[in-house]
């Protein structure tokens, strides 16, 4: 009963680096989505995607890219990692996109860009 | 737009007493409300929600949570606390019901005293 299932768990990055963050879930979801969590700002959506090969904006896209080319896979990139982007990243899944769906959550990635 | 107002980001409560959270929302129209759990180095898990069903919603580990149209709010409630009930929660509003139209307050901790 894996779930969602983030890697890496903690990360330490130097402002300008690059690093991906790998979201696996073994539900046969169609629907994936990252969120970061900072503090006194609960969560906030960053892309999502609806099926394999799309994928979609959040509210806080910028600085941020995407990859579903696997349905269990969702892929979160930093292209030049910058100390705004320190922060607690969940993956999230669910089954629906409607009707009060209950969403997956893994355990998250700790990122610091320092 | 839609967003919620959780009042109070520490609450304690002693071993056995009344637990409860507040949470305001804001929305044109009814919404899909839902209240998640983190625990310590967990991600966020669904305690329960409301999708205009009943407007008294019971979830998981004795929690229930009453759709107030007239006062805008969705209160999270236990009769009797319990240890492990030390967490932080957070109330989220959808107008779809989806994860990828979910916006999340800024959380409450519950400290649970002995």
């Known amino acids: 009963n894996a779930g969602v299932t983030q890697t890496p768990k903690f990360r330490v990055l130097k402002t300008g680096q690059s690093m991906t963050l790998l979201c696996a879930q073994d539900m046969n979801h169609e629907y994936m989505y990252w969120y970061r969590q900072d503090p006194g700002m609960g969560l906030r959506l960053i892309h999502y995607s609806v099926g394999e090969g799309t994928t979609a904006k959040g509210e806080v896209p910028d600085g941020y890219n995407v990859s579903r080319l696997k349905k269990q896979n969702f892929l979160l990139g930093l292209e030049s990692a910058a100390p705004s982007q320190t922060s607690v990243y969940f993956c999230?899944?669910?089954?629906?996109?409607?009707?009060?769906?209950?969403?997956?959550f893994g355990q998250g990635t700790r990122l610091t860009v320092v | 737009a839609q967003s919620v107002t959780q009042l109070g980001s520490h609450v304690s409560v002693s071993e056995g007493a009344l637990v409860l959270l507040r949470c305001n929302y804001s929305?044109?129209?009814?919404?899909?409300l839902f209240w998640y759990v983190q625990y310590p180095n967990q991600g966020l898990q669904l305690l329960l929600k409301?999708?205009?069903?009943?407007?008294l919603v019971k979830g998981i580990n004795g929690f229930e949570a009453e759709f107030k149209k007239s006062e805008t709010s969705f209160h999270l409630t236990k009769p009797s606390a319990h240890m492990s009930d030390a967490a932080e929660y957070f109330c989220a509003v959808s107008l779809h019901g989806g994860a990828n139209n979910l916006f999340f307050g800024t959380g409450t901790r519950l400290t649970v005293i002995p």
């Open positions: 409301y999708t205009s069903a009943a407007t």
């Open positions: 999230a899944s669910s089954e629906l996109l409607w009707g009060g769906t209950e969403a997956f």
């Open positions: 929305s044109s129209v009814p919404p899909y």
